[in-house]
Every structure is written in structure tokens, then in C-alpha cells.
């Protein structure tokens, strides 16, 4: 069954009160789309051009209000939804995932117990030119790091689209809308950058799962997803743990191992 | 009245050099890294081919993205102010849109309305436009449906139009002459049959924007606003890129020894945009803000300074992580009932 | 004197272990470079990375860390969740091309008043041989019209 077809069948059978998916947007995008009424559902579409990671819209309340909601997700999109459960900012009667596997057919995931089972089954690597960029850092040396992040970020504006189309940045208040004290410097001088970015990254260490919205927000296309990627793939190779594998919190950041390995501490 | 010339192509050459020998810097649309931005540019080699429109718009130039307003140093017993001088260095905007012209006219509105932008003004005094008419457009384009156009010429000194040799010249102001003046040799008489409409991209008029204006205040209460806000993040990336967009925070930076006033743009769309020192919040939906974001720009603009806030670049349209095409929300109020 | 470059050290240390090092080092006599400046927490699990941050951006030109051995912890587990937190935090400094030189972590106990001296004297002469940080100091004024 297709994507219309299934968000036809739930919305009639009042399965769930509203499909978020997606739609044909301006100039061929694909945008997010909530649909309510099933006679709407022939406006979904699901191609490789859907690549927003709808389950940020789990969390907020205009969408919340629509009632049960059923998201058409990639892996990522799973692996979001779990990471909320675990961190007990959705609950699993709220939510049905709808998988969509590459010939366009879905599977409905109602449980956290039948999402874990599926991503178990699903290769998700993180994209070709990803990949190859991060190599690509990885073996400069530390001062041609630092002139690709300065370039890179000097063109940042403080937008914080990469933080709103974030699943996991959830906060009502983010750290950087606190002023008592004034911690990270809003202004998008070279400092106020780094800062923001550095926190955003640590305050995903461990949460992120790799949807690479923030990179896609990004309006003057700076390449942000390689931060919370990078880590990401740190804290796995460190400590084993990974977000969005289960709906049991796992935080690689609140636990520790007596026995965990470093290099540099003297 | 416009005086009408023709430039070839091979004369931009020297007119920007006349004009880095006369002291200016060239702001012009450049393909860095794979993004079409305004930067500094030395000759018109470095501009851009192929750039319909920037990411972000032209309004940099004059309301940076942080600016410092004042800065200190602290000693015992006294307090020394760094006033950085109001004085802008001479810049030329090489290449942008009929619309990001426009939007200077809108900046103004604001930035002298009651008091005088002293930073502002230092900038604009500095600046001369030679805008570039546009020959294609897209779906985010609606110029023509706020009182523009793809060869308008407001807020423009000389505006450009591409040919088959060359370029049509539009002479429009002082400053426009100004530059002529640097290099008059370069600036042959246009063509009898020079036909400028017929040169420029097909915008067609979208909606009525006059009725629009007119009807807002009844759709205050409109559902309308939620549902064309569900999908909305709440980022500030359609203000940031929009060339009337004028909201600015001031942040204060320092320490024992000394420290500086710094002004950052900031928007509207932001959840604790409107947040009191109280606690209440008379915006705490994103329906509300995305409301006022119309509102502002489409209602407010016109009853206090008789203009608009849009001038219709699509550039919102464009940045938005998902896709809030403003045209079409336009469009769509204009044909709401309620 | 000559103009050497003195390099500024900010130390952020645990209560318990190596600020009591610390005061063994003087109580001890045992002179080490007056480069440092000690910060007491009650616990490294009590640093936030961004503390770190901070250091850089106010115009240190390297840090030191330090607190209880694993297992030692005054409260049992806050070295271990530090221990976590640094390795993240260093990995992603490394990345962004922050020089993780010039950051020293460290485990010294409060009865290694030797080691104290040994480390800010070895971390002064290496930081001097660095030079100052200025690539970091200069990010503030980086944008600003």
C-alpha cells in the first residue's frame, strides 16, 4: 500500500486524527503537509526529493493539538521518534510511524518495540558525500580545520534554522535564549558562531540521529551536519551507545563505565 | 527623468576600475564555495555568471549583521568611550535585483522615521546602486504584485539591462551621474528601438495587493493563520535574508576591563520574540507570529509609513527550510472568506 | 626583563583532590611558574565544557584540568561522567580545529603535590614554546562592522 492510500485508510478509519507527510511545494520541493481529511490524501507524495525528518513536528503543539498523528518517516524519522520516547517527550500511543520503503510502500509501526525491530532491518548509512567530506577533514591537520570551520562559519547568520529543524532540540527555552546570564553570545561575530555551534553539538552528543536536517536548513549552506555527525559517530565508537536505538534511554553523557578508554589524560 | 545609454560588455572592465580608483569598494554577487553572496569583488571577472538572485539580500551593506554602536575601555576612576566614527567606507552595489533596491526604501522608512539611524545614514550616504534588471524569475518571484517590477528602478542610481552586446544604462539620480562622470566614454547613447520591457523576465501579477491591505484587518481572527503556520519552524531565516526585514537586538559585551554595544539582526518569528520581562508572551504561537509577520509587513507598513514592508524577491520563500512560499500564503489570504 | 610571551593558564580544578595537591605543592615549598590560575569546583564533574570555552575567549592561552583518580571521586562518580564528558568534548574541539594542545587534563591526588608542580611547569614551557593564542582571542571582533 502507498503512502495515499494508507493515510486514506487511517484517517477514515479515525486511526489517527492527522498523516503528516509531504506534498509537491514551490519550484518541485517537497514541504511537510498535515493532512485531516482523508479526501485530501491524493496531495502525498514520497520520493527521494522528501527528506525532512518529520518527526520534529512530534513535539509541537500546533501539531500535537491535531490529535493522534501518524508521520510518513525515513529511518532517521524512526530513530527520532524513539530517541523521544526515551527522553519522555512522546508517548507511544501518540504516534504511528509509516516507513516507507524504497518501492513506496508502507509499514505501519505502532509500537517502539516493532520500530526498533524494523531499523534493526534497515542499512541507514550516512550519505556518500557525507562520508567522503568528513574523511576528507579528518586528514587535514588541525590548522586546516580550523580555516574551513572559520570560512565556513563566518558565513553563518544566527538564523537557528539548523536548531529549529532539529527533532531533538526540543527546549522551550534553548540555552541561547537565556540572558541571566548572556552565556553564548548571540551576535554572529566569529565567537558567537563557534560558541553556538560548539554547544549545539555537545548538547547533541549522544542524541543525535543523523537526519542531517540542520545541514539542509541551513539557508547560506554551511555543512552543520558534519558536527553532530562527527560526534555521533564518536560517541559510538567510544562508548558503543547511539541514539534512536531503542525507546530506553541509553545517554552515552549521564553513564559512565569504570573501565572507559582514553589517551589523554595524564 | 531616466537618461538612457547602452554599455558593452567589455566596458565594465573599465568602469570598475574607474570606480576602485575613485575610492570605492564593489559589492557584487559572487559564486564562492558553491553560494551566490554578496562580497567584495575587484573586477567584474569575480561576479557571479549565472545568479538570478542572492541568498542573502543587499541590506547588509547598510544594516549589517553585527554592528558595533559604541565600545569602552575602564580604568580606575574613569570610563574612555570608543565612539567607532560613523563613517562608511564607499561602496557601489554591483548587480543586485530591482527588488533589493526597492527594499532600501523600506530600511529608510524605519531608520528615520522618528530618530535618525546615525549609523544607518552614515552607510547610505556611502552607497551608490547600480542594480541589474532581471530576465528571468521563479516561482518565488511576485515583484510585479507590490508595485515592482523586473526593470524597476526605484532605490536604484543606474540600473542595467542585459542585451545581446552589452548592457542598457539607466542614469537615475546624482549619484548615478556621479559615476557616470568617472568614465562618460563608456556611456554611448542607447539605440533608437532600445525596447527595455521586452528584454525582462514575465512576472506575472499574483494577487491584489491593494484589496489584500484592505482586507486584513477583518482576518485578524482568521484559522486562516494556523493553518498556513503548522509547518513553520520558527527560525529567523526569512527575516534574516529579507531585504526590508529591520528588527535588531542590542547585546552588551564586556568585563572588568571594558567592552562594547553591539546591534544583531533578529526576527519576529522567534518564540521569545515578543517575551515581557513578566513573563507573558502576546505572541505564543507561531500562528500568532506568523500572522504579525503579514500583517506587519502588509497592514502596519502601509498605515504608518505609507509603503509597504515586501517587496516581493521570493527570497523567504526560497531560504525556508520548509518551503513558507509567501507568494502563495498571499495569495491564499487574499481568497480567504474568514 | 626581556619581552617573553608568559603564557595565561587557567587551571579548573576539584576541591577534594588536586587543589589540595595544590596546597601541598606550597605547604611542600616546591616552587612551580606563577602562569596559572587556579579555579576550585567541588567536583570535575562539575565542568561544563563550555567552562573551557570560556577560558579561551577570555583570553587564556591554555588549561588545565584536573581532579580525584577513577575511583577516587569524593562523590564516587563525578570523575568518571567527566572522564566522558572531555573525551566528547575534546573530539569535538579537534574537529572544529580547536588545539587541543593547549588543554591539559589531568588526575592528581591530594598527596601529588609533586606532580602539580611538574605539570603546570611542563604545560608553562610547552604554552610558551605555542606562543599565545590569539587565532581564538582574534573570533570576537570577527564579523563585527
Not at chain 1, 82 to 101: G, T
Not at chain 2, 81 to 95: K, M, S
Not at chain 2, 239 to 250: E, G, K, S, W, Y
Not at chain 2, 299 to 324: E, F
Request: charged share 20%; net charge neutral.
Amino acid at each position: 500500500m502507498d503512502v495515499n492510500e494508507k493515510a486514506k485508510q487511517l484517517l477514515e478509519a479515525g486511526t489517527v486524527q492527522a498523516v503528516a507527510g509531504f506534498q509537491t511545494g514551490t519550484r518541485g520541493v517537497r514541504r511537510p503537509v498535515f493532512l485531516r481529511r482523508a479526501e485530501d490524501t491524493g496531495r502525498m507524495v514520497f520520493d527521494p526529493g522528501c527528506r525532512q525528518n518529520l518527526a520534529q513536528y512530534a513535539t509541537r503543539t500546533p501539531v500535537k493539538r491535531l490529535g493522534r498523528l501518524a508521520l510518513t518517516l525515513r529511518p532517521s524519522g524512526i530513530r527520532a521518534l524513539l530517541q523521544l520516547m526515551a527522553e519522555r517527550q512522546i508517548q507511544e500511543p501518540d504516534v504511528l510511524a509509516l516507513a516507507v520503503d524504497p518501492d513506496g510502500q508502507v509499514t505501519e509501526l505502532a509500537t517502539a518495540e516493532a520500530m526498533e525491530a524494523h531499523l534493526a532491518l534497515t542499512a541507514d548509512p550516512i550519505p556518500a558525500e557525507d562520508q567522503a567530506l568528513m574523511d576528507r577533514l579528518d586528514r587535514m591537520t588541525r590548522a586546516e580545520r580550523w580555516a574551513f570551520w572559520r570560512n565556513e562559519l563566518s558565513r553563518c547568520i544566527k538564523c537557528y534554522a539548523c536548531r529549529s529543524s532539529c527533532p531533538m532540540c526540543y527546549c522551550g527555552q534553548c540555552t541561547m535564549d537565556c540572558n541571566r546570564p548572556q552565556w553564548v553570545p548571540p551576535p554572529s561575530h566569529g565567537l558567537g558562531n563557534l560558541e553556538y555551534h560548539m554547544v549545539r553539538a555537545m548538547h547533541l552528543a549522544g542524541r543525535c540521529v543523523r537526519c542531517g536536517d540542520c545541514g539542509r536548513a541551513c539557508p547560506v549552506g554551511i555543512p552543520i551536519h558534519l558536527l553532530t555527525f562527527h560526534t555521533e559517530a564518536a560517541v559510538q565508537a567510544q562508548f558503543g551507545q547511539r541514539a534512536g536505538a531503542s525507546a530506553k534511554l541509553d545517554y552515552a553523557l549521564s553513564t559512565f563505565r569504570p573501565d572507559d578508554q582514553e589517551t589523554f589524560i595524564r | 527623468m531616466a537618461n538612457l545609454y547602452q554599455l558593452s560588455s567589455t566596458s565594465l572592465d573599465a568602469l570598475f576600475a574607474a570606480l576602485r580608483a575613485d575610492g570605492r569598494r564593489i559589492l557584487a554577487p559572487t559564486d564562492r564555495d558553491g553560494h551566490s553572496e554578496l562580497n567584495p569583488v575587484q573586477t567584474p571577472a569575480d561576479v557571479a555568471r549565472d545568479c538570478m538572485q542572492t541568498t542573502l539580500s543587499a541590506k547588509g551593506a547598510v544594516f549589517p549583521k553585527v554592528e558595533q554602536l559604541l565600545g569602552y575601555r575602564l580604568a580606575p576612576g574613569q570610563v574612555q568611550l570608543a565612539d567607532p566614527e560613523r563613517r562608511a567606507e564607499p561602496t557601489v552595489l554591483f548587480g543586485i535585483r530591482p527588488c533589493e533596491a526597492a527594499g532600501f526604501q523600506a530600511l529608510d522608512a524605519v531608520f528615520n522615521w522618528d530618530t535618525r539611524d546615525a549609523f544607518f545614514n552614515a552607510r547610505m550616504a556611502n552607497l551608490a546602486v547600480i542594480a541589474m534588471s532581471c530576465t528571468r524569475s521563479d516561482e518565488a518571484c511576485f515583484c510585479t504584485s507590490v508595485g515592482g517590477g523586473p526593470g524597476a528602478t526605484g532605490g536604484s542610481d543606474i540600473l542595467l539591462t542585459p542585451t545581446a552586446g552589452g548592457y542598457l544604462a539607466e542614469v537615475l539620480s546624482d549619484r548615478g551621474r556621479a559615476i557616470q562622470a568617472l568614465a562618460p566614454e563608456l556611456f554611448s547613447p542607447a539605440p533608437a528601438d532600445a525596447h527595455k520591457a521586452d528584454l525582462l523576465a514575465q512576472v506575472p501579477v499574483a494577487f491584489d495587493q491593494p484589496a489584500l491591505t484592505a482586507k486584513l484587518p477583518a482576518l485578524f481572527d482568521s484559522p486562516l493563520w494556523e493553518e498556513q503556520s503548522l509547518r513553520c519552524l520558527g527560525c529567523g531565516a526569512c527575516a534574516f535574508v529579507c531585504p526590508t526585514c529591520v528588527c535588531f537586538d542590542i547585546q552588551e559585551e564586556g568585563d572588568k576591563q571594558g567592552g562594547r554595544r553591539l546591534r544583531t539582526w533578529d526576527a519576529c518569528g522567534f518564540s521569545q520574540f515578543t517575551l515581557h520581562a513578566s513573563g507573558h508572551n502576546p505572541r505564543p504561537t507561531q500562528a500568532a507570529r506568523w500572522r504579525q509577520r503579514v500583517y506587519h509587513k502588509f497592514s502596519i507598513y502601509p498605515d504608518r509609513y505609507g509603503q509597504l514592508g515586501c517587496v516581493g524577491c521570493g527570497k523567504c520563500t526560497r531560504a525556508c527550510p520548509v518551503d513558507m512560499n509567501l507568494r502563495e500564503h498571499l495569495l491564499q489570504a487574499s481568497q480567504a472568506q474568514r | 626583563m626581556t619581552d617573553m610571551f608568559e603564557p595565561k593558564i587557567t587551571a579548573f580544578v576539584c576541591n577534594w583532590c588536586t587543589y589540595a595537591g595544590a596546597d601541598l605543592t606550597g605547604t611542600s615549598r616546591i616552587k612551580y611558574p606563577s602562569n596559572v590560575r587556579v579555579l576550585r569546583l567541588p567536583c570535575t564533574g562539575r565542568i561544563d565544557f563550555m567552562l573551557l570555552a570560556k577560558a579561551f575567549a577570555r583570553g587564556a592561552d591554555g588549561i588545565i584540568i584536573s581532579g580525584c583518580h577513577p575511583n577516587d571521586c569524593h562523590y564516587t562518580s563525578g570523575n568518571y561522567h567527566a572522564r566522558r564528558r572531555w573525551m566528547v568534548y575534546r573530539n569535538l574541539m579537534d574537529f572544529m580545529g580547536i588545539d587541543t594542545a593547549r588543554i591539559t587534563f589531568s588526575w592528581v591526588s591530594a598527596a601529588e603535590g609533586a606532580k602539580w608542580a611538574e605539570l603546570v611547569s611542563e604545560v608553562t614551557t610547552s604554552l610558551r614554546a605555542m606562543g599565545p593564542y590569539t587565532e581564538y582571542q582574534e573570533l570576537a571582533l570577527a564579523g563585527v562592522e
